[in-house]
T-cell receptor
Framework: AQSVSQHNHHVILSEAASLELGCNYS??????LFWYVQYPGQHLQLLLK??????LVKGIKGFEAEFIKSKFSFNLRKPSVQWSDTAEYFC?????????????FGSGTQLTVLP | KAGVTQTPRYLIKTRGQQVTLSCSPI?????VSWYQQTPGQGLQFLFE???????NKGNFPGRFSGRQFSNSRSEMNVSTLELGDSALYLC?????????????FGEGSRLTVL
């Protein structure tokens, strides 16, 4: 079975600091990768996704993620965070051969950005 | 356009009871997926319905069931509730195509089992 690990449970940064959230998955086959974000009081929404092609993916609000196949990783980055980035971030995976709706989620990383 | 609507938003039940949750997907979306979110287990896939058929099922006991209607609205039912069923139940809709990656989530139904 596939699994997703997000090792950072809670990250606290000051505004303008750089962000990198780790995501590792365990599955030997071809995968599709996602980052979802849940802002306080709001529903989960897609931040970015990787299906194929350029392993550096750019998403909304200045976020990007890099797929490194050899490391089974899909880390999320942002060069300069803002207070409004405070949210919980979830990495998710599906097998390319499986349903794109059957996501396996990581446990989430709570990001707190201090003004 | 309107987003995914889940009802009820909050509910309290006692052990042994059953509960039915409803989800109205985004207009035109034919796929509805259900997830359970708990602090201990995170987000876990329950099942997916597409065109009134269950297409995928997660690793949950048979007490968890669902269905989808011809208008794509979906319901999930949990029978013989246990304390551990307390969770936020999320519904997500998508167009259902094979290559779509984005799920549109509702705000969830928060179930508390006493």
């Amino acid at each position: 079975a596939q699994s997703v690990s997000q090792h950072n449970h809670h990250v606290i940064l000051s505004e303008a600091a750089s962000l990198e959230l780790g995501c590792n998955y365990s599955y030997g086959g071809t995968v599709n990768l996602f980052w979802y974000v849940q802002y306080p009081g709001q529903h989960l929404q897609l931040l970015l996704k990787y299906f194929s092609g350029d392993p550096l993916v750019k998403g909304i609000k200045g976020f990007e993620a890099e797929f490194i196949k050899s490391k089974f990783s899909f880390n999320l980055r942002k060069p300069s965070v803002q207070w409004s980035d405070t949210a919980e971030y979830f990495c998710a995976v599906t097998r390319s051969s499986g349903s794109a709706r059957q996501l396996t989620f990581g446990s989430g990383t709570q990001l707190t950005v201090l003004p | 356009k309107a987003g995914v609507t889940q009802t009820p938003r909050y509910l309290i039940k006692t052990r042994g009871q059953q509960v039915t949750l409803s989800c109205s997907p985004i207009s035109g979306h034919r796929s509805v997926s259900w997830y359970q979110q708990t602090p201990g287990q995170g987000l876990q896939f329950l099942f997916e319905y597409f065109s009134e058929t269950q297409r995928n099922k997660g690793n949950f006991p048979g007490r968890f069931s669902g269905r989808q209607f011809s208008n794509s609205r979906s319901e999930m039912n949990v029978s013989t509730l246990e304390l551990g069923d307390s969770a936020l139940y999320l519904c997500a809709s998508s167009s259902g195509g094979a290559d779509t990656g984005e799920l549109f989530f509702g705000e969830g139904s928060r179930l508390t089992v006493l």
